[in-house]
Every structure is written in structure tokens, then in C-alpha cells.
């Protein structure tokens, strides 16, 4: 059965034996109160759908609220009705809510605010010859090696020099997993895309 966790850090302190990785401990649960989600470049992150954002209309708190991307890509807010905002960033969805709430609000400057408050939608997988299968979500920047820590590491059985990171666009990359443990060849161990699922064989 597959499990879904989530990865909210940098790096992982593993300990490292033959046959993989002891897990760390998850981290602590967020603040309730309203704050951006941690992404590796929010300048360019895209919302997906189970996103959470806060959207935040000065001075007119019946406009303002915390709603969830749909499956569709969708949100729903007042007047406005549906919003497409599946494969927006945060400022152009933004600049779609300002145009939209202009013809309702009357006021010399109209100020709107899009908060990625949670990050659901960017999720990796870790499958095969790993202590448990897992699916994640990544909320920063991951490497291959955080991945299969969170996974427990390999099993007995895994083939160590076989690690394939199969992306979106087709492209499939083989890594040698005790290169990981090589300094000198540290850039094996790079980082995580959204969708990528990696394959222990």
C-alpha cells in the first residue's frame, strides 16, 4: 500500500548502512496561522490542483478567504464565481482576481494578495526495491538521496547500480546509488523535479 508523506526540509540527517537509511524524525506541524508554503523557487511556482490559498482583498473582508484548488485547476470566490488557477503563478492569478473584482469594487486602489498557504500538488514517487513504498509531497528543495530516505532505503534485493528517475517529459536518468556515498561524485545525488518517481530495480 502506498503512503503519503511529505518532505518539508532541505536535507535529511540519515544514517547510512549497506542496506539504506534511518529515518528522521517528520517535521513539526505548521502555525494555523495564515503563511506562505515553502517552495524552492516561489517566484516561479505554479499552482496545482489540492493547493490551498489564502486570497486577501484589503479592506473588504467579504472578499477575502482561504479556499482549495479543485481537481479541475478551479477556485470559487465571490462575484467572480470559477477561477481557473491550475498553472498560474501566484502573481498571475493575482493580476486574473484584480480584473475580475475591478467591475464590483469601487476603489482608487484595489489590493489583492495570493498566498500558496499549502503545497499539494507537487508530489513524488519512490518505488521497488525500497522498505517502504512511498508517495510524498515535496514542499522545498529534495534530492534523490532525500528520497529514498524517506523511503527507509533499499532492500537486500535492490540493485544498487540501477536507480532510474523517470520525469514528466519523457526523460528517464539511471543513477548508481553508491556513488551517493562518494564525495567526489556529490552530483549524482541531484535534485528532485515535480512528478518524478523514482524506480528501485
Do not use: C, W
Not at 515553502?38 to 489564502?54: K, W
Not at 486574473?96 to 464590483?104: F, I, N, Q
Not at 519523457?170 to 524506480?199: C, H, Q, W, Y
Request: proline share 7%.
Amino acid at each position: 500500500m502506498t503512503l503519503v508523506r511529505s518532505i518539508s526540509f532541505l536535507g535529511l540527517a540519515a544514517t547510512l548502512s549497506t542496506a539504506g537509511f534511518a529515518q528522521s524524525a517528520p517535521p513539526p506541524a505548521p502555525s494555523p496561522a495564515i503563511r506562505p508554503a515553502t517552495v524552492a523557487d516561489p517566484g516561479d511556482y505554479r499552482i496545482g490542483p489540492e493547493d490551498v490559498l489564502a486570497i486577501v482583498v484589503l479592506d473588504h473582508p467579504d472578499y477575502t478567504r482561504t479556499v482549495p484548488v479543485r481537481p479541475d485547476g478551479k477556485v470559487s470566490l465571490p462575484v467572480v464565481n470559477d477561477v481557473m488557477a491550475a498553472g498560474l503563478t501566484p502573481a498571475e492569478l493575482r493580476a486574473v482576481l484584480m480584473k475580475g473584482l475591478e467591475r464590483y469594487i469601487k476603489a482608487e486602489v484595489l489590493e489583492v494578495s495570493v498566498i500558496v498557504t499549502e503545497i499539494n500538488s507537487v508530489k513524488v514517487s519512490v518505488l521497488g526495491h525500497v522498505r517502504t513504498p512511498i508517495r510524498f509531497v515535496l514542499r522545498s528543495r529534495a534530492t534523490v538521496l532525500d528520497a529514498l530516505a524517506m523511503a527507509g532505503g533499499l532492500t537486500e534485493f535492490a540493485k544498487r547500480d540501477r536507480i532510474q528517475i523517470m520525469r514528466v517529459d519523457g526523460v528517464i536518468l539511471t543513477v548508481d546509488f553508491d556513488k551517493f556515498l562518494d564525495r567526489s561524485a556529490s552530483s549524482e545525488n541531484f535534485m528532485l523535479r515535480p512528478g518524478d518517481i523514482i524506480i528501485v530495480g
